[in-house]
């Protein structure tokens, strides 16, 4: 079905690989296109998903410069926009995404790996957004998530002198959650996916909704917008069933209901 995307379901997650290993995962158009296509069309029992790059040296090593290299000023917007918009698709699932982050993560790798909730990266995984010694800008959105993760300062610092950092770095300025070896880095993602998926999905999704919405909201707006969503939680069957289990102190399959 797709060139550059393998999907494999593990009841109820899935994992999705990019898979072009000659260019080290680099997103040119096709490559974002089948991802926007295959994130839209998730199996309807996935509760978690889990975004990575096939082989050992990179989750996506960038942007296919060999792609832009020769585009005018509106090709260049058109190319930014098609990036930013699968991964603002991405970042605006309804389930938890986590980014298992091998190897290399720069430019739209990194920005990529930003556009999830959870990123989990192996021993050996580089982060950077390299873009100012190409002559660009970060183009898939990465000025825009990169401060919101780390802090201006810190933001600021990487996209003006294009300096890749190794995983600890990362993790030490709050870019990744956690860092593990490379042969445990699938192992880690899925047992966090699993954990998700065991939950109410309604209410996984509801909590994500209200950490993306009111991130930027004053903080008055914010818990108001919290209560409504948290009182909508009480109108659904997983509501009803977990809170009966918890008191009868039985074990509940949540049924997204």
Not at 97 to 102: K, T
Not at 117 to 133: L, M, T, W, Y
Not at 183 to 210: G, R, T
């Amino acid at each position: 079905m797709y060139n550059y995307i393998k999907i494999e379901q593990k009841e109820a997650v899935t994992v999705l690989t990019i898979s072009a290993p000659k260019s080290l995962n680099a997103l040119n158009s096709t490559v974002l296109q089948e991802l926007g296509d295959a994130v839209s069309s998730l199996a309807p029992e996935t509760r978690a998903l889990i975004i990575t790059g096939d082989g050992e040296k990179s989750f996506v090593a960038g942007a296919d410069i060999s792609e832009m290299a020769n585009l005018n000023v509106s090709q260049g917007q058109t190319f930014g926009n098609r990036g930013a918009m699968v991964f603002r698709k991405i970042e605006t699932l309804p389930i938890p995404v986590i980014a298992a982050v091998n190897g290399f993560a720069l430019g739209g790798g990194c920005e990529l790996a930003m556009a999830c909730d959870i990123r989990i990266c192996s021993e050996n995984a580089k982060f950077g957004q390299p873009e100012v010694g190409l002559g660009i800008i970060p183009g898939f959105s990465g000025t825009v998530r990169l401060a919101r993760l780390v802090g201006m300062g810190m933001a600021k610092q990487l996209i003006f002198t294009g300096k890749a950092i190794k995983a600890n770095e990362a993790l030490r300025i709050g870019l990744v959650n956690e860092v593990v070896p490379q042969a445990e880095l699938m192992d880690k993602a899925m047992e966090i996916a699993n954990q998700i998926a065991v939950n109410a999905p309604l209410a996984v999704s509801a909590a994500k909704q209200c950490i993306n919405a009111e991130y930027d909201m004053y903080v008055d707006d914010a818990i108001l917008y919290e209560n409504g969503i948290f009182g909508q939680c009480f109108g659904t069957q997983d509501q009803k069933n977990g809170m009966k289990a918890f008191l009868n102190k039985e074990k509940v399959a949540f049924e997204g209901k």
